[in-house]
């Protein structure tokens, strides 16, 4: 290959020209993905918004730690890039406020920093709740990839889901179908609120495993099963929990 | 972590950082030749030298700090992009798929045994050239026999925690190509 000097653009689920953004469901329509680009040097964070834009994105510009906090207070977005080296925070302390308490941030947050370290430094491994770590220089078409994979994945919602009689609390471990509450472990529960919350579509296992179980190797696949049993089990209604062959589950609500 | 400097990463370090100012002094040259001949600069040019330019500050670095390049291969794509995610998050230049693409140097192959039905002999040779730490499911003799047909260095099985597959890839950098 003649490109193999330069950074490979033709990897993962790049296709030519500029992908499609990500369009959020809401109700019956979808709404632009809300960008928020946290960087305290100018220049860079406009040319990063600026090809967020061209993408078709609607981008927010934050210029420290402190007012990047700001944004997220005054309007959620929908996924945040974060410089890593900052003056008034690093990118560990702006997380760490951003979780306050939370057992995970409520959109995911990709991390662009310009220095590398060795695998010990533990200094991007920590995890703190970052969705994704991209080198700065990367090619625009590998960010945009990410950024959709990672929009894809966006957390399940904090905070109790209600879906007709059914109502999941996970961060306080309750659920109640009426009036008679689902005896469910943690790692069922938790997937029960993440389907719940995207009502109606089909969410992928591969996505579930992510999510409930955390970045582990794929292997998990039974105890997937074995948490969808405890949930159907739980419900003892049919219907709920659809099986899509092939790709995962889908919460449907029923009357 | 300590910077171990031996001969073989020292030696690799220099020709990364050799390539790097080379490159970065031909930009340069193109640019000053632009100013003094009052034209717009190849801008073209430019963009390939830059890329080339980052693109050896990155074998400089994972020289420097004891990282390569990986590519995490799975017929499950999503999966394999989340494992190359958590190599991300060690600090490894991780990308993912579902076929072999070319090597980049010193470039490291996770690789399911799951896919081997689906490999032409040319991306035979080039998966076992890269001696790859294989992932697999299955533990039968028949694995172990495609394992070993691969050249594999590492064989782990899953469910496989990122931790034991950290370690496989560190041991793997250790022993070179």
Redesign the interface.
């Known amino acids: ?1 003649t490109r ?5 653009q ?4 790049v296709s030519s020209g500029n992908p499609e953004p990500v369009r959020l469901p809401l109700g019956i329509g979808s709404v632009t993905a809300k960008l928020l680009v946290v960087d305290d040097e100018p220049r860079t964070a406009e040319l990063t918004a600026e090809v967020l834009r061209r993408a078709g994105y609607a981008v927010d510009v934050a210029r420290s730690g402190g007012e990047a906090l700001d944004r997220v207070r005054a309007a959620t977005p929908d996924l945040m890039l974060l410089d890593y080296e900052m003056p008034d925070m690093d990118a560990p302390e702006v997380l760490d406020s951003l979780r306050s308490g939370a057992e995970r941030i409520g959109f995911p947050v990709i991390i662009l920093t310009g220095a ?6 533990q200094v ?2 920590i ?1 703190r709740g ?6 700065k ?1 990367t ?1 625009r078409q590998v960010l945009l990839a990410r950024i959709r ?1 990672a929009l894809r994945e966006r957390r399940p919602p904090t905070g109790a889901v209600v879906r007709g009689r059914l109502k999941v609390d996970a961060t306080h471990g309750e659920a109640r179908l009426g009036d008679r509450p689902l005896k469910l472990e943690r790692r069922p529960l938790l997937m029960l609120q993440l389907l719940a919350g995207r009502s109606g579509e089909a969410v ?1 296992r ?2 579930l ?2 999510q409930v179980w955390g ?6 696949e039974h105890r997937l099963e074995q948490a969808i049993h405890q949930i159907r089990r739980e419900l003892r209604e049919p219907g709920w929990i659809e099986t899509v062959r092939g790709i995962g589950y889908r919460f449907v609500a029923q009357s | 972590m300590e910077l171990a400097i031996d001969s073989s990463p020292r030696a690799e370090v220099s020709a990364a950082a050799h390539r790097l100012r080379s490159t970065l002094a031909r930009l340069k040259a193109e640019l000053e030749l632009a100013e003094a001949d009052g034209v717009a600069p190849p801008v073209q040019a430019l963009i390939v030298g830059l890329r080339e330019a980052l693109a050896s500050l990155t074998a400089l670095e994972d020289a420097a700090f004891g990282l390569a390049p990986i590519q995490v291969l799975d017929d499950d794509e999503r999966l394999a992009e989340l494992t190359a995610r958590s190599l991300r998050r060690l600090g490894y230049d991780a990308q993912s798929g579902r076929s072999l693409r070319s090597l980049r140097p010193r470039e490291i192959v996770i690789f399911d045994l799951g896919l081997t039905a689906g490999l032409g002999a040319e991306e035979m040779a080039l998966l076992k050239s890269a001696r790859p730490i294989v992932v697999t499911g299955a533990t039968d003799s028949a694995a172990r026999a495609m394992a070993a047909a691969l050249d594999a260095a590492e064989y782990l099985v899953k469910p496989v925690e990122l931790d034991d597959l950290a370690a496989a890839v560190a041991r793997r950098i250790g022993e070179g190509r």
């Open positions: 290959m193999s000097t330069v950074w490979p033709d990897w993962f689920t590398r370290h060795a695998p010990g430094d991007l491994g995890e970052a969705t994704d770590y991209i080198v220089g090619d994979g992928p591969s996505e495993l992510d970045s582990s190797y794929t292997g998990f």
